[in-house]
Each structure stands twice: as C-alpha cells, then as structure tokens.
C-alpha cells in the first residue's frame, strides 16, 4: 500500500505569511495532484505535477515535485483569508491504473 | 457546475440496516469512484469503476458494495451498517487525471 504523510496537519498562520506544506511518501509516483477543500464541498483539482523536479506556480502558490518523484510541497506566499481551507495532495501510481491514494491532509487556517 | 450529484446529502441510520448511497453523473465520466472521509485519514478509496458493470474493490471495500448498471449512476451499498461507517462519503469522475468530486453526503449510524 502506498502511503502520503502530510506535515503539519495543522496550520494556523497571520494573514500575509509565507508557509509550507509537505506531502512524503517512500514510493514512486507517475504524477503527483494537490487539492483543495472547504467545508461542505468536495475537493477540488489546483494543479498537477508530473515531471520530477517540477516546479508550477498558480498565482501565489507555488508546488514542486521532488526529483526522485516521492514528494512534494505547496508553498504559498503572502497568505490571504481565501486560502483557508484542508489541503490534500494525492499521488498516481506508476503502475497505469486510474487509481489516486490521498494525503492525510493539511487543514490551513489563515487569520486576517 | 452540477457535473456531479449525491444522494441524500445527510442521513441517520440504525446498526444493522443496509444503506444505499446514489452518485450521478452528466460528464459522461469514464472512471467513477467512492471514497470515505475521516479526520486524520484524508480520502480513502472503496470501490472504483472503470466502466459499466465494471469495478474493483479500493483500500478499505469491507462492508461495502457498489454497482454501476449505466454510465451515469454509481450506487454504494452498506449491507449491513456498524457505527465504524459514520463518515463522509465522497463520490468523484474522472476520465484521465483530474479526478471531480461531488458535494459529498454525511452518513451517521447510531
């Protein structure tokens, strides 16, 4: 079984701070997602890595995908109330089936 | 955008009785799948359907059945609910990659 461990699950940040999330697995993925979720709603696709040591930048967020494809973070920059919310990455596995296995998840709170 | 339906959004059942969760779909998704959320766990896959009358078991299947008789409708079934299958039920499409979940339906057995 492959495993996604996220740091920290918790995350209470100021407005207008820099953070860090981190998603860490001890297998190979052939991609890598982040999603994000609010209360009440299902997660909802941000971005896709898919090339180790890839980097995509979506406004203030910033993800990577490390270069041996095990791990990722999400960095987001000068953090806005709107950023709040449970961030889950989720990775597909090298062996061609249209299955995803989820983080454990980061809930990020942003205070104004 | 509405692509993807559950049915009920909320429910309270009794142990012991079996429960039948709908998803629908209007995106002519391939893939469809059922996932439980959990705190702690993130999303944890059930079952999964790769086409009509096609699926497989996810990660933690036990107590759980699916069927998909047509493109759109993915049931999950709780034969026979314990109080460890209180969660939320997330239903999600996909043809490639991104995967589309729905709103999700809150599932209490007391």
């Known amino acids: 079984t492959q495993l996604l461990e996220q740091s920290p699950q918790f995350l209470s940040i100021q407005e207008g701070e820099n953070l860090t999330v981190y998603c860490n697995s001890s297998?190979?993925?052939?991609?890598l997602q982040w999603y994000r979720q609010e209360p009440g709603e299902g997660p909802v696709l941000l971005v896709t890595?898919?090339?180790?040591?890839e980097v995509k930048k979506l406004k203030r967020l910033t993800f990577q995908f490390g270069d041996a494809r095990k791990d990722s973070s999400l960095h987001i920059t000068a953090a806005q109330p709107g950023d709040t919310g449970l961030y889950l990455c989720?990775?597909?596995?090298?062996?061609?089936?249209?299955?995803?296995?989820f983080g454990t998840g980061t809930r990020l709170t942003i205070i104004p | 955008d509405a692509g993807i339906t559950q049915s009920p959004r909320h429910k309270v059942t009794e142990t012991g009785t079996p429960v039948t969760l709908r998803c629908h779909q209007t995106?002519?998704?391939?893939?469809m799948y059922w996932y439980r959320q959990d705190p702690g766990h993130g999303l944890r896959l059930i079952h999964y359907?790769?086409?009509?009358?096609?699926?497989d078991k996810g990660e933690v299947s036990d107590g759980y059945s699916v069927s998909r008789s047509k493109t759109e409708d993915f049931l999950l079934t709780l034969e026979s609910a314990t109080s460890s299958q209180t969660s939320v039920y997330f239903c999600?499409?996909?043809?490639?990659?991104?995967?589309?979940f729905g709103p999700g339906t809150r599932l209490t057995v007391t």
């Open positions: 999600a499409g996909a043809d490639y990659d991104e995967q589309y």
């Open positions: 297998s190979v993925f052939s991609s």
């Open positions: 989720a990775g597909k596995s090298n062996f061609g089936n249209e299955k995803l296995t």
């Open positions: 359907s790769y086409g009509v009358k096609d699926t």
């Open positions: 995106e002519n998704h391939r893939y």
């Open positions: 890595v898919v090339t180790g040591g």
